[in-house]
């Protein structure tokens, strides 16, 4: 078990230990300070951007990010889950909740936690394409970059390794969440 400066903070859950810490608080927050910049830089106030953030797993990734940017934005979420009746998943992905806000003409920023298949990415983006944005670029936390699903992703975080990462809106079970770092399980 990882010490995390003295604290361990939720770390171990039942028999659910949190292994290794992967990003620690500093790492992931020096990286969204460079995400901000980066992405401030490539928008404009003419583009009316909309920040869309993919619940709940880019809850607090979304939250940092924002903070980070220095343009005006107006903020959204969607909630997309994969559909396959519970056991098996079928790759279809299904429209929860939102987006409420008018997409027509303006640049959409989707941002997610981490990209796995790529299946939800690949289905959202066309969809919000087909709602009248006009430009969609999704900012993705995490990347696994597995040779799957062919989606662009214009802004990534970190290349994450292959295996089963929790904390920073991450979750195994909706447990683990609330870690402020994010660890392999
Ligand atoms: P994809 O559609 O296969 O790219 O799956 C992306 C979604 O799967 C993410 O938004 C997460 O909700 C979930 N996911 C994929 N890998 C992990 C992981 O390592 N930890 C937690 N959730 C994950
Ligand atoms: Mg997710």
């Not at 020096?30 to 992405?39: F, K, M, P, Q, Y």
């Not at 990209?115 to 983006?125: E, H, I, K, N, Q």
Request: some cysteine.
């Amino acid at each position: 078990m990882t010490d995390v400066g003295g604290a361990v903070r939720d770390g171990r859950l039942g028999d659910r230990v949190v292994r290794e810490i992967v990003y620690d608080e500093d790492a992931i927050q020096d990286r969204v300070r460079a995400l901000g910049e980066e992405i401030s830089a490539a928008y404009g106030p003419e583009d009316r951007l909309l920040v869309l953030g993919l619940l709940k797993g880019s809850f607090l990734f979304m939250a940092d990010l924002v903070r980070n940017l220095t343009l005006p934005l107006h903020v959204d979420f969607m909630v997309a889950s994969s559909y396959g009746g519970g056991t098996v998943s079928s790759g279809e992905v299904r429209l929860l909740y939102g987006p409420t806000a008018e997409l027509a003409g303006r640049a959409v920023l989707l941002v997610e936690d981490i990209v796995d298949s790529g299946t939800t990415l690949a289905r959202l983006v066309p969809m919000l394409e087909g709602r009248g944005a006009a430009s969609v670029d999704v900012c993705a936390l995490l990347h696994k970059r597995l040779p799957t699903v062919g989606v662009e992703v214009r802004w990534v975080g970190f290349d994450a390794p292959n295996s089963f990462l929790v904390g920073y809106g991450l979750d195994h079970a909706e447990d683990f969440r609330h870690l402020p770092y994010i660890a392999s399980l």
